[in-house]
């Protein structure tokens, strides 16, 4: 598994890049193909971070919505 710094997964922000990809519990996803993720948006949440935190304060729903996604890599 690669491991990606915050700064790299930053660009990952669907706006400077086109991959959209979300840190959660260290675990790197990829949204990318995701409708509800379309130019690195959900909701008042941005890709390219960590958003651990805000899934288990703010989101209606748990981290199962990351289950049909892949995990390419780990955030260091
Ligand atoms: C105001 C906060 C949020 C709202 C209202 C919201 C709402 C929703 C809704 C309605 C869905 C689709 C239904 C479902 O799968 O349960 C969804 C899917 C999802 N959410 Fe959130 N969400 C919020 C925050 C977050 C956060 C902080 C994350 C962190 C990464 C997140 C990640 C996801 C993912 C990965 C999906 C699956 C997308 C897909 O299947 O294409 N959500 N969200």
Known sequence: MKTYSRQQ???RNGQDRPEVW???EG???DLTSSRMW???RHYEHW???DL???LKKEAPHLEEVFRKFEQIGTLL
């Open 9 to 11: 997964l930053a660009l």
């Open 38 to 40: 379309a130019k690195g």
């Open 27 to 29: 675990r790197i996803y």
């Open 47 to 49: 890709a390219g971070q």
């Open 52 to 54: 651990t935190r805000e």
């Open 22 to 24: 979300v840190a959660f």
